[in-house]
């Protein structure tokens, strides 16, 4: 029977008004307490405070400042549930000492003991012989294991300072089945804050009970995802680098702010360090910095010298929002060699990526116009032995544009602009070959363009440009020759869509579309001149005379249920160009591979090193039936040489569940294709494939597998393989991973990689990265 307690003493005819005001007023609480209390109450004499409430099978006779309760007592103040058999009040301190079966619930807060002496209005108290549980709350993350199990702990002592804070003596905690835990923490103190960390002081982590690892002081996050300290360490086996075993500090001192750094040891070949900064210190303000260095001893050559592969990688990101509508980004990556990201980079797609780009800009968009400032540097690495690579930068220079306006009123011709002016530099660590620091390019393009639509059946859009060009120097004989010079073209194109042909089928639930839709553009260009004159800068410097057209047609299939917007299934697009003038006003070069704007708009693969009237037959084809599938086919046929030229297959689908399969595969021909002589290793086709499948990912419950190769057709030898498998169970799980590098005298590596994830704290090991294919 419900009882309030008062610390004021009240006449024995109190308790009338007391019950009916807990009725009435407080008749949820009457009911919750009524469909989960289990006793059978004797008493019906009740207090009330408006407070705290008191229910008991038995009240004993209050003694000075002490009132007593027996047989099921249950005391409720605010958020806070006290349960026990005996239970003395003190009425004055609201100090309250309770015996037998002790239960104090708060929010997500569980504690049992067999004692407790707990403080009403400050929410301390001590409690001994407990068991626990804390509900926790933790963001899933790509490689952080995630149990909705509670968090347990057994102690003899806990000690509570607050409403979200205990200080446990001879405690171990687990987030596992607290009756058979795979694996817990021991420590003769610890301090729990929830929603903030745990910290463990001279403790162990077990598994089975078998104590793996001392711990002096450890802490992890409880709730919140930062936490400052040591990170769980990463062991591991390669072939080359021997056992490996590291660490990391991470850093978090306030909410915007984190900071991890450290190193590995690799017990063949040195060490390496690495740091990553992350910061946000205004609002729509970020400051990405990472850096990975290696110090090598040297990996052993035939001949017995070593070859030391040591270097660095450094990255920075940083964008803001200022006032205005400005915009500030600047994006930087240096890379001491590409020998280095061969040697050392964690997954094949890093290690395969020989480009290096800066880029830094201040921009704004208004009213329709855009301006930019920028500092930009592209460096592509040729080869690694010997280090060779092309260097193009750009610094400073100032961009601007304009989106279509309307040149008369209500008359369908429109004008847009475009410009820049900046100090250009290319260097070539092969040929030697470099131009002034500092070599002025200006350009300045106005275009016109008037869209004709004659009803359904036919869009016409001529447009013409003008576009001037100011170089400060040419080159001459191979060399560089500061001599400036002014390039003038005059740029017209005809975009004609003849009618399209379309069908629909279907009923209310399902209907279906297919469209087709031809299309023809023609393009003439002239005034480049000497195409041989101009440095390679950029796209800019690939203008040629051209005098073409392009024809083409793509269908296109639809599908909508119900009342739902439709989506595209399927699109294919066949197209194909041809060239008035082959040469393209003497700028092709026969017997090399030609790169222009006019042939790579078509396709990206390079297929001129000869004078030419067709161009290869371009077919693409997409295929996206649903969110399961994605697929992509790219093929070019070249009727002057009655051959395919490039082949290209991209491929994503997820069949079953949590299954997968990405591929990509590219074949092309590599021109000039019959050079004489040819050049060393020369071979006439390029041929890559690879291949990503498995099922579930590294955090999912349960078995998980991904298997994963890169195989050259044209060398036939795979240059990565991998294959890893990991079950996780409801609090902690296990993973072993292979990979196999295979890139010629750099780097034939074998890496053994196994992990403990350990449910809502992270991972022991070093195998803590997904691959990925795109």
Not at 11 to 22: E, F, K, Q
């Amino acid at each position: 029977m419900p009882i309030a307690k008062d610390p004021q003493r009240l006449g024995g005819w109190a308790y009338v008004p007391a019950l009916l005001l807990l009725i009435f007023v407080f008749p949820s609480a009457v009911r919750a307490q009524s469909g989960t209390q289990p006793c059978n109450y004797q008493k019906t004499k009740a207090r009330e405070s408006g407070v705290a409430w008191l229910w008991a099978d038995k009240q004993g006779a209050q003694t000075g400042e002490t009132y007593f309760a027996d047989g099921c007592v249950d005391i409720q103040y605010q958020d806070a549930r006290l349960r026990a058999d005996h239970v003395e009040w003190n009425e004055t301190t609201d100090v309250i000492t309770a015996t037998g079966h002790v239960q104090l619930d708060y929010q997500t807060q569980h504690v049992e003991a067999d004692d407790a002496r707990y403080e009403l209005r400050t929410g301390r108290g001590v409690f001994h012989n407990v068991r626990a549980t804390f509900a926790l709350q933790r963001r899933p993350q790509p490689t952080l294991l995630v149990s909705p199990n509670p968090l347990s702990f057994r102690a003899k002592e806990a000690e509570r300072l607050d409403k979200n804070s205990y200080r446990i003596r001879g405690a171990w905690l687990t987030v596992c089945n607290p009756d058979r835990p795979v694996w817990k923490f021991y420590a003769p103190m610890v301090t729990v804050r929830l929603h903030d960390s745990v910290h463990l002081e001279n403790g162990n982590f077990r598994v089975f009970s078998v104590p793996i690892l001392y711990l002096p002081y450890a802490t992890f996050p409880s709730e919140k995802r930062r936490n400052s300290g040591l990170l769980v360490p990463s062991f591991g086996q390669s072939s080359i680098k021997g056992y490996t075993a590291g660490d990391e500090f991470y850093w978090a001192p306030v909410d915007w702010f984190d900071l991890s750094a450290g190193g590995n040891y690799f017990s063949a070949r040195g060490w390496s360090q690495a740091a990553e900064l992350r910061t946000k210190p205004w609002t729509n303000t970020s400051l990405d910095a990472s850096y990975f260095g290696v110090i090598d001893r040297g990996v052993e050559t035939p001949g017995g010298a070593l070859l030391k592969q040591g270097g660095h990688e450094m990255h920075l990101l940083f964008t803001a929002d200022l006032p205005r509508g400005w915009r500030a980004v600047a994006d930087l990556d240096q890379l001491s060699s590409l020998t280095f990201r061969l040697a050392w980079s964690e997954n094949f797609t890093q290690a395969v990526n020989s480009e290096v780009r800066n880029t830094a800009f201040l921009s704004k968009n208004y009213d329709g116009f855009s301006i930019n400032f920028a500092e930009l540097s592209y460096q592509n690495f040729l080869t690694a032995t010997p280090a060779t690579s092309i260097t193009l930068r750009t610094a400073p220079e100032v961009r601007m544009s304009s989106v279509d306006r309307p040149l008369f009123g209500r008359l369908p011709i429109y004008y847009s602009l475009e410009g820049f002016s900046g100090a250009e530099n290319r260097s070539e660590s092969a040929t030697g070959f470099t131009t002034p620091r500092f070599v002025e390019r200006s350009e300045f393009a106005p275009s016109v363009e008037m869209p004709l639509r004659w009803g359904p059946w036919l869009n016409v859009t001529p447009s013409f440009t003008f576009r001037s060009t100011f170089y400060g120097g040419q080159m001459q004989n191979g060399a560089y020759l500061a001599d400036s010079f002014s390039r003038n073209t005059e740029e017209f194109s005809l975009d004609v869509r003849p009618p399209a042909f379309e069908r629909m089928w279907g009923g209310d639930e399902s209907k279906w579309k297919h469209a087709i839709e031809p299309d023809v553009t023609y393009s003439y260009v002239t005034g480049v001149n000497d195409f041989g004159r101009f440095v390679r800068f950029d796209e800019d410097e690939t203008l040629t005379d051209t005098n073409e057209v392009e024809y083409g047609v793509t269908q296109r299939l639809f599908h909508r249920t119900g009342e739902g917007g439709g989506h595209e299934v399927m699109a294919w697009k066949v197209a194909q160009k041809y060239f008035f003038d082959p040469t393209f006003g003497g700028a092709l070069a026969p017997g090399q591979r030609n790169a222009f704007q006019t042939l790579d708009s078509l396709s990206p693969f390079a297929f001129a090193d000869e004078p030419r009237r067709f161009s290869p037959i371009v077919s693409e084809v997409t295929i996206e039936p649903g969110r399961r599938y994605d697929t992509q086919f790219i093929l070019n046929y070249d009727p002057q040489r009655n051959r395919t030229t490039a082949i290209g297959t991209l491929l994503k689908v997820k069949p079953y569940k949590e299954s997968f399969l990405t591929m990509a595969q590219f074949s092309t021909l590599n021109l000039p294709l019959n050079p004489s002589p040819p050049p060393p290793n020369f071979e006439q086709r390029s041929n890559q494939i690879r291949v990503l499948a498995g099922y579930g990912d590294l955090t999912r419950r349960g078995w998980n597998a991904t298997f994963g190769a890169s195989y050259d057709v044209s060398h036939q030898e795979f240059q990565n393989q991998i294959a890893e498998f990991s079950y996780n169970g409801s609090c902690c799980g296990i993973g072993f991973e292979y990979r196999r590098f295979s890139f010629g005298r750099i780097r034939n590596e074998n890496q053994y990689m196994l992990v403990f994830r350990i449910a809502n704290l992270g991972s022991a090991g070093n195998l803590r990265r997904e691959e990925k294919l795109f």
